[in-house]
């Protein structure tokens, strides 16, 4: 039976170094780590996400700052808040939480966030930071970070040797990953939904990082044995058993058939998703240990 890696465990320990170098940040060069995360609209599974992202900044002694804004706020009014927040010297990390309204244009908004405060390291000069494989000089999405923690803590830094397959090619999850795998000298291939015969590409996967967004696809038999798996997934499905009208979270990876082949594997919930909030809190004091001219403390 495979290693359950534990999401919880992993992030609690991130988080307490963040908040020891965010207090010794703050005694030593009397700067308080600054996070702004932006909302726009309502959809119920990114205001709880912000809501976390919130709480977890507190926890950690972050001045932390939430902008709630109204579905129709217009893309101006939006940009003009990032400018205010790229102008603000009291914060270091911004984060606009996607998707965002049709009408706003995503990419847009995106690469007018500061790039020495885009904690997302969705900016072109973060993301060509990490594809140059300047990875300790480039803010790394917060997800693929986290689930090469997970990953390191199984298979130690250097995956010289290791076949890994991320399926999934977005650009805030599969590409990244792909950058960080090749970094870590990993043999990586990125299969997507036009990849010929996937569970036979799986099956050569060491490791093996699922980031499709469709429940439970990725079988037993997709498994090499002794792989490592991460699931990035986080599907809500009916639970009829739970209750009329009742959901509950899974992955994209079949967990109860995958961990009686793999050697290690995230369960969902309590796996990669702790990890892309701690990942979030290292981003943003890491911004502002460079911002105060302070070398930063490795995650
Ligand atoms: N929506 C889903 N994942 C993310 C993320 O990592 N960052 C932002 N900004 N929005 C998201």
Redesign the pocket.
């Known amino acids: 039976m495979a290693e359950r890696i534990d999401g919880a465990v992993l992030a609690g320990e991130v988080l307490e170094e963040v908040k020891a170098a965010a207090d010794r940040l703050k005694d030593q060069k009397g700067v308080q780590t600054g996070l702004a995360v932006v909302i726009v609209g309502e959809d119920p599974a990114?205001q709880a996400?912000v809501r976390s992202k919130g709480l977890r900044a507190n926890e950690c002694g972050f001045k932390s700052v939430t902008h709630k804004l109204a579905e129709d706020t217009s893309e101006a009014d939006l940009l003009g808040l990032i400018d205010d927040l790229n102008a603000d010297d009291t914060i270091h990390g911004i984060?606009?939480?996607?998707?965002l309204p049709g009408h706003i244009d995503e990419g847009k908004v995106i690469q007018a966030i500061d790039p020495d405060k885009d904690v997302?390291g969705?900016s072109f000069i973060n993301v060509g930071k990490l594809g140059t494989g300047q990875v300790g000089d480039a803010f790394v999405?917060?997800?693929p970070a986290g689930s090469m923690l997970m990953i390191e803590r199984v298979l130690g830094k250097d995956l010289s040797g290791k076949n890994a397959v991320v399926v999934g090619r977005s650009n805030?999850v599969g590409k990244p990953m792909f950058n960080l795998l090749l970094a870590a000298n990993a043999t990586v291939t990125v299969a997507h939904s036009r990849t010929a015969d996937l569970p036979a590409l799986c099956r050569t996967a060491d490791i093996l990082v699922a980031a499709v967004g469709r429940p439970l696809m990725i079988k037993g038999d997709w498994v090499k044995p002794g792989a490592v798996v991460i699931d990035v997934g986080i599907n809500r499905v009916p639970a009829p058993e739970k209750g009329e009208g009742k959901t509950r979270l899974v992955g994209d990876v079949d967990y109860e058939e995958a961990e009686k082949v793999a050697s290690a594997i995230t369960p969902v919930p309590g796996g990669v998703g702790k990890m892309?909030i701690a990942m979030l809190m290292a981003n943003a004091v890491t911004s502002a240990y460079r911002s105060a001219g302070e070398q930063p403390p490795r995650f």
């Not at 984060?95 to 998707?99: I, T």
Request: proline share 14%; glycine share 0%; aromatic share 14%.
């Open positions: 990114s996400y984060l606009v939480q996607l998707p997302d969705f999405p917060c997800t805030i892309t």
